[in-house]
């Protein structure tokens, strides 16, 4: 029997419980979309992985109405979501509202006090250079926020 493989070519190991890896899942996701949502949804990881080789891939909020779940690329925390609706590829930045964004890549959830998302409708271009400055930005963001938290004085135990 044939490995399974990902979109890059390479085998792609079961977890130790043989259970599907989060990357296979988000292939098979790709693959069931089948049309422009999972070619911009491929694009996009190509590109996220370009900009941090060590992102983390992961498959969130199974439900049945959606058994695969949503991808989600972490790095010291969640970078972003890649969500797909029947107009648009919407990408969701955990902490956007905390990244400087000169190139206007976020066009969506503008309102709130943490997110920000990108959504990409059929036939919607991305700066790439832009979005790949925007996953860095977020994983040094996420990075300086998981130092700083590791480096924070323990509070002492009440004496009794």
């Not at 695969?68 to 790095?75: D, K």
Request: proline letters at 6%; aromatic letters at 4%; one cysteine or more.
């Amino acid at each position: 029997m044939k490995k399974p493989t990902s979109n890059t070519g390479k085998a792609q190991p079961k977890d130790a419980k043989g259970k599907a890896t989060s990357s296979q899942l988000i292939d098979a996701k790709i693959k069931t979309l089948g049309d422009w949502r999972g070619e911009m949804l491929s694009r996009i990881r190509g590109l996220i992985k370009e900009a941090d080789p060590d992102v983390v891939e992961e498959v969130k909020w199974r439900k049945p109405s959606n058994p695969v779940g949503v991808p989600v690329w972490e790095h010291d925390g969640i970078i972003c979501t890649g969500e797909t609706y029947k107009a648009v590829v919407k990408l969701t930045f955990a902490s956007g509202a905390s990244l400087q964004d000169p190139a206007h890549l976020f066009n969506s959830s503008l309102e709130g006090s943490t997110r920000r998302a990108i959504d990409i409708p059929q036939g919607g271009k991305i700066d790439e250079r832009a979005f790949k400055a925007l996953i860095r930005a977020a994983v040094a963001l996420n990075t300086s926020a998981a130092a700083a938290r590791s480096v924070r004085p323990r509070k002492k135990p009440k004496s009794a």
